[in-house]
T-cell receptor, first 115, second 111 residues
Framework: GAVVSQHPSWVICKSGTSVKIECRSL??????MFWYRQFPKQSLMLMAT?????????EQGVEKDKFLINHASLTLSTLTVTSAHPEDSSFYIC???????????FGQGTRLTVV | GEDVEQSLFLSVREGDSSVINCTYT??????LYWYKQEPGAGLQLLTY?????DMKQDQRLTVLLNKKDKHLSLRIADTQTGDSAIYFC???????????FGQGTELSVKP
């Protein structure tokens, strides 16, 4: 299957700082990327959908000014958690799909801890 | 509406078969998926089935789809300890569309 690389795998940051998470499709063009958040022992909650070159579409209840998503190229999308607080601590996972793909391919996830 | 539900836990003995069940509400779902998640890792696609299919088999995995009852199941034959993980079912309406996930079923395989 296609490969999606997410970086970093884990990050610890101080309250009030911003953190950027990258999601790259290594061997295909990702026309659409999805960002999910997962709390321990819970399912994946879709945060936003981004199409290359367009503004991201955010799910209800997700603050777009806090979770900035950029999908500037067909191989890279970034999620920036701005002014992070301890309640933003979570596991963030991206997935990507391209033209002709039936499935979405997932990154390894990023464990964010805000102290 | 969109809702996918799974039972939360399943415990089996090594060598037995495991059956993980999932129900969904959106009858327009076109694609249905099973993903596996090991601790601290992302999701690994195990298999998927189109809504016009009843069954799909791939080595130890068998997916059954009852479209009338909106019920999906994943059977793992000869379950091994390495199969211990959380299994998510997910639905999608069309290619490129968002995935709607169930809560995940934690499979525990005892030696």
């Amino acid at each position: 299957g296609a490969v999606v690389s997410q970086h970093p795998s884990w990050v610890i940051c101080k309250s009030g700082t911003s953190v950027k998470i990258e999601c790259r499709s290594l061997d295909f063009q990702a026309t659409t990327m999805f960002w999910y958040r997962q709390f321990p022992k819970q399912s994946l909650m879709l945060m936003a959908t981004s199409n290359e070159g367009s503004k991201a579409t955010y799910e209800q209840g997700v603050e777009k000014d806090k979770f900035l998503i950029n999908h500037a190229s067909l191989t890279l999308s970034t999620l920036t958690v701005t002014s992070a607080h301890p309640e933003d601590s979570s596991f963030y996972i991206c997935s990507a799909t391209g033209t002709g793909h039936t499935e979405a391919f997932f990154g390894q996830g990023t464990r964010l801890t805000v102290v | 509406g969109e809702d996918v539900e799974q039972s939360l836990f399943l415990s089996v003995r090594e060598g037995d078969s495991s059956v993980i069940n999932c129900t969904y509400t959106d009858s327009s779902s076109t694609y249905l998926y099973w993903y596996k998640q090991e601790p601290g890792a992302g999701l690994q696609l195990l298999t998927y089935i189109f809504s016009n299919m009843d069954m799909k088999q791939d080595q130890r995995l068998t997916v059954l789809l009852n479209k009338k009852d909106k019920h999906l199941s994943l059977r793992i034959a000869d379950t091994q300890t390495g199969d211990s993980a959380i299994y998510f079912c997910a639905e999608r309406k069309n290619q490129g569309g968002k995935l709607i996930f169930g809560q995940g079923t934690e499979l525990s395989v005892k030696p």
